[in-house]
């Protein structure tokens, strides 16, 4: 549970992938040896080989980059439910997220290999790894926004956002976590 005031834990939301560290090693090895070599070589006979070893080396970070970045497809929509109608609520806030697929039907959030990241007023406060949250706000008006990314925090394409505008109103009991309509 996050307290306002309290410094926020760290989180992030990637937007693409990253390519194993081997990978690049290779790319980058097959560039710098094929470089030198058909710099250093003397032989006429032998720097093609180098030329092609290099551009191997290029051709395959390119590979890896154009491949390895694209996001994965977005598993359903996001919605956030507080208890209360929203409008004015109390502090501690008691925050569902729901999801629903194209069809319709409900999907598990945040699910297997996904986590939730809230963010308040637009400083990102926590990642999730459940489908509720009891939040700590003070009086006023707040912003939350809550997005659906992967494990390793990449998003989702399009982006699975919810927002919602609440009128924090003093402090009260932690309503029951309400359930998805």
Do not use: N
């Not at 491949?67 to 497809?73: C, D, F, G, K």
């Not at 939730?116 to 790894?129: E, Q």
């Amino acid at each position: 549970m996050w307290v306002a005031g309290a410094p926020p834990p760290l989180a992030h939301v990637v937007t693409g992938a990253a390519d194993p560290a081997w990978l690049s090693w290779i790319t980058a090895i097959a560039m710098g040896v094929g470089v030198l070599g058909a710099v250093a070589v003397r032989r006429r006979a032998v720097r093609p080989a180098f030329v092609g070893l290099a551009a191997l080396g290029l051709a395959g970070r390119i590979g890896l980059g154009s491949v390895l970045t694209a996001a994965p497809v977005a598993p359903y929509a996001l919605t956030i439910v507080v208890a209360g109608d929203g409008g004015g609520v109390t502090s501690p806030m008691a925050v569902r997220l729901c999801g629903r697929t194209t069809g319709g039907g409900t999907a598990q959030v945040p699910g297997p290999g996904r986590l939730i990241d809230i963010a308040v007023d637009g400083s990102s406060r926590r990642t999730l790894s459940a489908d509720h949250v009891a939040l700590l706000l003070p009086d006023g008006g707040h912003r939350v926004k809550a997005e659906l990314v992967t494990a390793d925090h990449r998003a989702f394409q399009p982006r699975v956002v919810a927002q919602l505008s609440v009128d924090v109103q003093g402090t009260g009991v932690t309503p029951a976590v309400p359930g998805c309509s």
